[in-house]
């Protein structure tokens, strides 16, 4: 396996995207290509973050990204530390800063944060001597799926730059349609996004993105497919009238999308509501990706968390 260069991101903490330069970006999808070897190996685990501890603090429900770090982090050797929030202090009032501050008198040497509350992260990065990983904030940002799923389409496609990635679904309640953005036009894609005109947010357009309400026109010739699941725990109202009229309207089945390129790649970072954004013969069919980008997201935060650290010697990971 080629070894990987003692290097180290620019800013101590991942908060977003939008922190990280192209080249960062380009620096992590490299870094997590030679960690996804580790993964293949008989004995998956190299001694990278050995003595280091890592907090995973999830305030939310989480299935793939909270098993995804926890499994990053024993790969690296790292001590790690679930907190059960149903089981702590904060179901007796504790505040999410007391919390934070109580785990960081232990010395962790990073926190892997999932918050119902855009910004709580960078709040914990302003007090806290650990490293703090978004996981996910509120409808923020969710930096490290948006880079597994740059990852997934980079191995699929060999590359980013020029291709027509169209994104359907809740856009309004999404932090991974964030992410993705940003990252997605950093690196040269012609984004579009789809949805109904109720789950628009403001200002997509000048983030330099394509906007439509007719899912035809997001599909065709688009490279990549990304579907994104509509929330709705976050929805305070009707924003369409029934699962089953938007399935009709907007969910991606066989016939919608033969109107992308030949070789499309679906995508969807779950979980998935079947049968309401996407179809289950597309969500299992043969351009689907799906349990790639879950596979994928190990190696990428593998990679996250070895550059947070700062790097370290070739031998740790050769």
């Given amino acids: ?34 960690m996804k070897e580790v993964g293949k190996r008989a004995i998956k685990k190299v001694p990278t973050l050995r ?15 909270r098993t995804s770090f926890e499994i990053a982090e024993k790969r690296l050797s790292a001590d790690t530390l679930n907190v059960a929030i149903a089981s702590s202090s904060v179901v007796k009032g504790e505040t999410l800063v007391d919390t934070a501050m109580n785990l960081e008198a232990m010395a962790p040497s990073m926190m892997v944060v999932r918050h119902a509350s855009s910004g709580a992260c960078h709040l914990l990065s302003r007090i806290c001597k650990a490293a703090i990983i978004n996981a996910g904030d509120g409808m923020h940002e969710h930096p490290t799926q948006a880079l597994l799923d740059a990852f997934t389409i980079r191995e699929r496609k060999g590359r980013i730059g020029g291709l027509k990635v169209a994104i359907f679904g809740d856009l309004l309640h999404s932090r991974v349609l964030r992410s993705n953005l940003i990252l997605l036009r950093k690196l040269g894609a012609e984004v579009w996004v789809c949805g109904p005109a109720t789950l628009l947010p403001p200002g997509l357009a000048a983030m330099g993105v394509r906007v439509t309400t007719r899912i035809d026109e997001a599909v ?11 929330q709705l725990e976050r929805m305070q109202g009707g924003f369409f009238p029934s699962l089953r009229e938007y399935f009709r309207t907007f969910g991606m089945t066989e016939a919608r999308l033969k109107l992308a390129r030949p070789d499309v790649t679906v995508m969807h970072p779950g979980p998935i509501n079947r049968g309401v954004e996407i179809a ?32 370290a010697d070739d031998e740790a990971v050769a």
């Avoid at 800013?11 to 490299?30: F, M, Q, T, W, Y």
């Fill in 1 to 34: 396996m080629d070894t990987i260069a003692a290097t180290a991101l620019s800013h101590k903490n991942l908060l977003g995207i939008a922190d990280l330069s192209p080249e960062e970006i380009v620096l992590i999808l490299d870094t997590a290509e030679a």
């Fill in 51 to 65: 003595g280091r501890t890592v907090v995973n603090l999830f305030f939310e429900p989480s299935t793939r990204t």
């Fill in 220 to 230: 065709d010739q688009a490279d990549v497919v990304m579907m994104l699941r509509i």
């Fill in 280 to 311: 289950s013969e597309v969500a299992d069919g043969p351009y689907s990706v799906i349990l790639d980008q879950v596979a994928n997201g190990v190696a990428v935060r593998m990679a996250v968390l070895y550059l947070l650290a700062g790097g």
